[in-house]
Structures are given as structure tokens and as C-alpha cells.
């Protein structure tokens, strides 16, 4: 006779615990949250807004681990292929270098190869090219910095997309509240009347008049988004130091810049600001001239 008041109750029991089972996985305002778990997570982490652009550029920066040699270099004065090219015999590969030419501060990029024969004098061999560009004569030494260079690339200043004209939203909209004219005619009768004021002396009491100190000269400002222009990036102060003294030569002012890039030192050479687009352009066109091709506008 026990039997089905044992099934009775064991089926009460589970309809119970199924019951507080459902009751726990709700929260305060009465909703399943169990259920929330298998909903798709629509959050991302590190995406860029949706208006900004990102674009790239690409600079040349010194690499002396790579390659670099501070010795006497030679033209033998024959002509030569190949363009503008310098070759050392401790090279394995070949690489893209700058060549500077310690005597008259000129330089130029050009490409670097081993050097297969041994032949007396100099270990570095350089083109007629490259000689014609670091001004050395035919059979004349000349101290040379040669050293390899990376391309890096690096993110330039978001630009943000333009705003469409449907993506504004259009102002609320304006109630106008006539006034009550007997309001305003009541208002204005129950005003205090202005009392007049007797006239001052017709003989002013001179008031002492303090010195005014000149104001100062503002610092010169730019509205361009990149007033500079950056000459290269070095590893070397005393090539940054160098390039800043040609374009001091020039007639143009250059600043040299410090800054550290993991755990490594380097120097940027820039030139400005400049006020104007116009004035901007100039200041490339002049920076170019004098052989630094690969130079271009900055922020700072």
C-alpha cells in the first residue's frame, strides 16, 4: 500500500526542484539570464571607429648592424654600369646604403656589392656615378661613411571620413510664445522712473596714465595639420649633425630631434614651420634640391 504514496512523492520532489531550478536562473526584473550564455557576444575589443582611415607611409631608417664601414674610399676613373653603387670585399649580400662623403658633407643612396677582386688601395670601390655625386675626382681618397639602410613603415594621423549631410541631425523644433501685450504695457508702467544725475565738472581730473609694457612677439604658428618637413632618421648624431649643418648652408633652420625606439637612440632632422600650403611647398621643393628626395611633411 506504501508503494504509490512513495511514486507521489518522489514526483512532487522533482516538480519542486525543477521549479527552484527555474526560479534561480532568473534575475530581479524576471528574466531567464540562463538562456543569455548562448546569445552571440557582439562586443569587439581593438577595432577602429568607423570614421577613421589609417593609412601607411614607408621611410628609410639606418641600419649600421647590417652594414657600416668609416674608412677611404677610391674612384679609379673609368666609367662604370650600373648607376650609383659602392662595393666592399666583407660583403655577403647585397644591400641598399647611403654613401657619405666625410670631406664635403655630400652624399647620396646607391646600391652595395662584394667587392670580388683584391686590388691595392682602397677597400672600397665606388662608381663614376657615385663619384660624380659625392664630388670626388678620379684617383683621390676620400673619407667614407657607408651605411645600410631598412625600410620601415609607419601609421600616419587617422583622417576622419566626412560627415554626410543625411548623417546630421535636423534641429529640434522651435516654439515661439507670443507675448500678452497688456502684460507688457502694465510692465512697463509699474517701472521705477530713472533719476538724473547731475552733470560732473566740465574740467576732467586727470587720471595718471600707467607705462604699457610692449607686448610680446608671438611665437610663429601654423593652421597646417603638418607645418614640418622630416630630412631622414639617423642612428648616428654626427650624420644627423651633419645633414643639419647642410641645410643651415642651405639658408633653411633645421631642429634635430631625439627619441629612443627599443632601447636604441636616433636623431630626425626637420625643417619648418611652414605658415602656408605655399610656403610648405617651398620649403620641400628647397629640402629636395639639396638632395634629401626621400623628405616629406610631418606634425612635429
Not at 657600416?68 to 647585397?94: C, F, I, K, Y
Not at 647611403?98 to 647620396?108: C, G, L
Not at 670580388?116 to 682602397?122: F, S, W, Y
Not at 614651420?273 to 639639396?290: I, W
Amino acid at each position: 500500500m506504501s508503494r504509490p504514496n512513495t511514486r507521489s512523492t518522489l514526483r512532487n520532489g522533482a516538480v519542486l526542484t525543477m521549479a527552484l531550478a527555474f526560479l534561480a536562473g532568473c534575475d530581479e526584473s524576471g528574466q531567464f539570464v540562463a538562456m543569455q550564455a548562448f546569445k552571440p557576444n557582439t562586443e569587439t575589443e581593438g577595432v577602429p571607429e568607423p570614421g577613421a582611415v589609417i593609412k601607411t607611409t614607408e621611410r628609410d631608417v639606418e641600419a649600421p648592424d647590417v652594414f657600416s664601414a668609416n674608412e677611404a674610399g677610391l674612384w679609379d676613373g673609368r666609367p662604370s654600369l650600373g648607376g650609383v653603387w659602392v662595393a666592399h670585399p666583407d660583403v655577403t649580400e647585397p644591400e641598399r646604403v647611403i654613401i657619405r662623403n666625410s670631406n664635403n658633407d655630400k652624399f647620396v643612396v646607391g646600391a652595395l656589392f662584394r667587392r670580388e677582386r683584391d686590388i691595392p688601395g682602397p677597400r672600397l670601390q665606388i662608381s663614376s656615378d657615385a663619384a660624380e655625386a659625392l664630388g670626388m675626382l678620379a684617383g683621390a681618397p676620400a673619407e667614407l661613411n657607408v651605411t645600410a639602410l631598412r625600410k620601415e613603415e609607419v601609421a600616419l594621423e587617422p583622417v576622419e571620413a566626412p560627415i554626410e549631410a543625411d548623417a546630421v541631425a535636423a534641429p529640434s523644433e522651435v516654439t515661439a510664445t507670443p507675448l500678452d501685450p497688456i502684460e507688457s504695457a502694465a510692465a512697463a508702467i509699474d517701472a521705477p522712473t530713472p533719476t538724473i544725475q547731475p552733470l560732473a565738472s566740465a574740467t576732467p581730473t586727470p587720471t595718471p596714465v600707467a607705462a604699457v609694457a610692449p607686448a610680446p612677439v608671438p611665437a610663429k604658428t601654423s593652421s597646417l595639420a603638418k607645418p614640418f618637413i622630416q630630412i631622414g632618421i639617423f642612428s648616428v648624431e654626427d650624420n644627423a649633425t651633419r645633414t643639419a649643418k647642410q641645410m643651415s648652408s642651405a639658408g633653411v633652420v633645421p631642429t634635430v630631434k631625439t627619441f629612443e625606439r627599443d632601447g636604441k637612440s636616433f636623431w630626425r632632422v626637420v625643417v619648418g614651420p611652414a605658415a602656408t600650403s605655399g610656403e610648405r611647398s617651398d620649403l620641400l621643393a628647397k629640402v629636395k634640391s639639396e638632395g634629401f628626395t626621400d623628405a616629406y611633411a610631418v606634425k612635429n
